[in-house]
């Protein structure tokens, strides 16, 4: 194609689009309509407005309009169009509303108004009719017009035509028992039946479920549909949602209903579902109501609450300690039921055993349509002197709904043994033999200092000797005082660059201990929760040794607590509390 031809095509090409242009107010065509024209109550109407001509070009569009046993659901939402036929350039755009009627009867769209630009459109009403029943059909009318090609030709045998059924869906809430006990687990199903293709599924309101504790039952990967007879017809049901509810009082406790918006696909009435047409249909679920009993007043003591079908194990490990270490008892609650708001078990106080706050573990599983959990609460154990400790029988009382009786689930007792540490006998004889030798040696260097001052006084060389003497003995016995210090402070450091709290805590620990036993001899093996009373025994102030206990104390929780969440801290508060009473103590 030469240039020339080109130009002239282009030419040819953008001459109507400059004429169209140019037309500006050009004829336009406003349409209002209203479908379809019979519906039931619980279903939805299509309001929509197009504007369309070739002089809509990017005017305003301002529709307005009242509404009688209609109400707006949702809308408006916009659609645009544009045609280009034999050189005439026209655009449309077209507003819609999703209606929903009112009541049984007549209904109307009036006093249409559209203003395009300056432009001022009156247009006329729309109505439809509305009918009670879901399940009405469609009666062939007079003055009706022709939608397919049955209503060219009657039946060949004369009789009328059979009237086409109307799409028959609705849903159905039901809830079991429905008279459950406060705790019991019921189960709420919200139930879809439909003879007709169902497209989409959209929950506008569901039941607030108050005064019910609530677990949302998971769907089976692949939705089971059940053929099920309604009066004599055939249904397919499947269940929408299911909840495991768990009613928190007494008496009765409503549902509302639920309301859900459906897309079905109708067919034909002629050609069927070759050609079906798609529809948007809501549909309210029925109200129901449960009535939950009070749990029998004769509940035994110890009872907190639990409701379903239980059972309790304990478990201690390890059953061996030795002193200095730990062990962790664990008990687990588990069965059918809500566990979640159960407290923890009391444990009976075991002399000699100290016992810290548990750490508690939970989870939950779905079998069928029951909900089964688990609780387990681990207490961390630290005995304070070796010996052999019984821990008594757990015994948790709960109320079983299916025998209607108050039971209780029973875990057997259980034994810790604690063995002496390997050392703790031979620190006992050493920190004896000390006490009991450190008065003489004091005497005997005491009479010793007072024989050289009397037989040496006009002897310079011996002079000189013993005054070299007690500058070491004077020496010695500083540095024999401040020894410990040093040791601790190393422990302190080395904890201080440890990132794992437990290994930190385990550091101050045995740094104290050669502490106490360098300075105040008391053996390494005391347990530390004994720091405080051999400290004052050895002579250090009561507000001191409070502090070594608090400190001790702490040691404990960051060295033997379970899943510490955030203990950065605490690691290092102690590390500065401990600089802080090592000097007062030294």
């Known amino acids: 194609m030469s240039s020339g031809h080109r130009v002239s095509f282009l030419v040819a090409m953008i001459l109507p689009l400059f004429a169209w242009a140019a037309r500006g107010e050009g004829e336009l065509e406003v349409t209002a309509r209203l479908q379809p024209e019979l519906i039931g109550v619980d279903e939805l109407a299509h309001l929509s407005i197009e504007v369309q001509g070739s002089g809509f070009g990017g005017r305003n569009f301002d529709p307005t309009f009242e509404l009688d046993n209609l109400e707006v659901v949702n809308g408006p939402s916009t659609s645009q169009s544009f045609r280009f036929v034999n050189g005439a350039a026209s655009r449309g755009l077209t507003l819609s509303w999703v209606l929903r009627p009112k009541t049984v009867g007549p209904a109307r769209v009036h006093s249409i108004q559209v203003q395009v630009g300056n432009d001022v459109y009156q247009l006329p009403e729309a109505t439809i009719e509305v009918q009670q029943d879901l399940v009405g059909r469609l009666q062939p009318s007079q003055g009706r017009r022709v939608d397919s090609f049955e209503d ?45 293709d169902v497209t989409s599924i959209s929950p506008e309101k569901l039941p607030n479920f108050n005064g019910l504790w609530v677990r949302e039952l998971p769907q089976p990967k692949e939705s ?28 009765p406790i409503e549902l ?14 002629t050609f069927g579902s070759m050609f079906a047409q798609s529809r948007q249909i809501r549909r309210d679920s029925n109200a129901v109501s449960l009535d939950a009993r009070e749990l029998p007043a004769q509940a035994p003591e110890g009872f907190r609450g ?85 821990l008594p029988a757990i015994e948790l009382s709960y109320f079983d709904p299916a025998r209607g009786e108050f039971l209780t689930a029973r875990a057997p007792a259980t034994q810790l043994e604690v063995a002496a540490a390997p050392a703790e006998e031979l620190d006992r004889s050493e920190a004896a033999t000390a006490a009991r030798e450190t008065p003489q040696q004091a005497a005997g260097n005491a009479h010793a200092g007072t024989d050289w001052a009397q037989m040496l006084p006009w002897v310079l060389v011996a002079l000189l000797v013993g005054t070299l003497g007690v500058v070491a003995w004077g020496r010695m016995g500083q540095e024999g005082s401040h020894s410990p210090a040093p040791a601790l402070a190393a422990a302190l450091r080395l904890a201080a660059k440890k990132e794992k709290p437990r290994e930190a805590a385990a550091l101050i620990e045995n740094g104290w201990r050669d502490f106490l036993k360098s300075r105040w001899h008391i053996p390494p093996s005391t347990p530390s929760t004994q720091w405080g009373r051999r400290l004052r025994e050895a002579g250090a102030g009561v507000e001191t040794a409070q502090r070594l206990v608090e400190l001790a104390d702490d040691l404990h929780y960051l060295r033997y607590a379970p899943q510490l969440s955030d203990t950065a801290a605490l690691h290092k508060e102690l590390i500065l509390r401990s600089t802080k009473l090592r000097r007062t103590l030294r």
């Open 306 to 390: 639990a409701v379903g079908k239980l059972r309790v194990a304990a478990e201690l490990m390890p059953t061996q300690v030795t002193m200095g270490d730990a062990a962790t008892f664990s008990i687990t609650l588990s069965g059918s039921g809500n566990l979640q708001g159960l407290p923890a078990p009391t444990l009976s106080e075991v002399a000699g055993l100290r016992t810290f706050p548990p750490q508690q573990e939970s989870d939950e599983r779905f079998v069928g349509n029951q909900v089964q959990g688990r609780r387990t609460w681990s207490y961390v154990l630290v005995p304070e002197a070796p010996g052999r400790y019984r």
């Open 152 to 196: 060219f030709f009657p039946r060949i045998d004369g009789r009328p035509r059979r009237p086409v059924s109307r799409p028959k869906v609705f849903l159905r809430a039901e809830v079991q028992p429905r008279n459950p006990f406060v705790g019991q687990q019921a189960l709420y199903t919200l139930y879809l039946f439909t003879q007709a």
């Open 224 to 251: 089971t549909t059940e053929m099920v007879d309604i009066d004599g017809e055939r249904y397919r049901r499947v269940a929408l949602l299911r909840r495991a509810v768990f009613p928190l009082r007494a008496g």
């Open 256 to 269: 509302e209903s639920a309301k859900v918006q459906l897309g079905i696909r109708v067919p034909d009435r």
